[in-house]
C-alpha cells in the first residue's frame, strides 16, 4: 500500500528551525514530483515547496523563499524540508505529497494537486 508518513513537526520559537521529514512506502520517490504543503486552520492548503525528481528543480513559493530548502535522500526514500527563521505566520499542518511527472512542480505547488499525501504533522510557531 502506497504511503507517505511524515515527522519531525513541534513546536518552535519564532526564528527557530525544524526539519520535517517524509518516508515512502511501497513506491520510490524517484518516479514523481514531490513537495510539501501546508494549511493553517480555516486556510485553504497551500504549496510550500516542490521538486523534480527527473532534473532537480526546485520551486518555492515566495512567502518561505530563501528560508526553507527541499532535499530527498534516495538511498532513505525520503523527502526533507530544512525550515528556518520560522516566523509567526508559518505554522499549520505540513502534508508530504506525490504526483505523477508530467505535472510540472510550479502546477503541482500552486494547484496543490497530488496522487498521494501524508497525514501531516504539525508545525507550531510560538514564543
Known amino acids: 500500500q502506497v504511503q507517505l508518513v511524515e515527522s519531525g513537526g513541534g513546536l518552535v520559537q519564532p526564528g527557530g528551525s525544524l526539519r520535517l521529514s517524509c518516508a515512502a512506502s511501497a513506491f520510490t520517490l524517484d518516479r514523481y514530483a514531490i513537495g510539501w504543503f501546508r494549511q493553517a486552520p480555516g486556510k485553504e492548503r497551500e504549496g510550500v515547496s516542490c521538486?523534480?525528481?527527473?532534473?532537480?528543480?526546485?520551486y518555492y513559493s515566495d512567502s518561505v523563499k530563501g528560508r526553507f530548502t527541499i532535499s530527498r535522500d534516495n538511498a532513505k526514500n525520503t523527502l526533507d524540508l530544512q525550515m528556518n527563521g520560522l516566523l509567526p505566520e508559518d505554522p499549520g499542518g505540513y502534508y508530504c505529497?506525490?504526483?505523477?511527472?508530467?505535472?510540472?512542480?510550479?502546477?503541482?505547488?500552486?494547484?496543490?494537486?497530488?496522487?498521494?499525501w501524508g497525514q501531516g504533522t504539525q508545525v507550531t510557531v510560538s514564543s
Open positions: 505529497a506525490a504526483r505523477d511527472l508530467l505535472t510540472t512542480i510550479e502546477i503541482m505547488c500552486e494547484s496543490v494537486i497530488a496522487d498521494y
Open positions: 521538486m523534480s525528481t527527473r532534473d532537480g528543480m526546485t
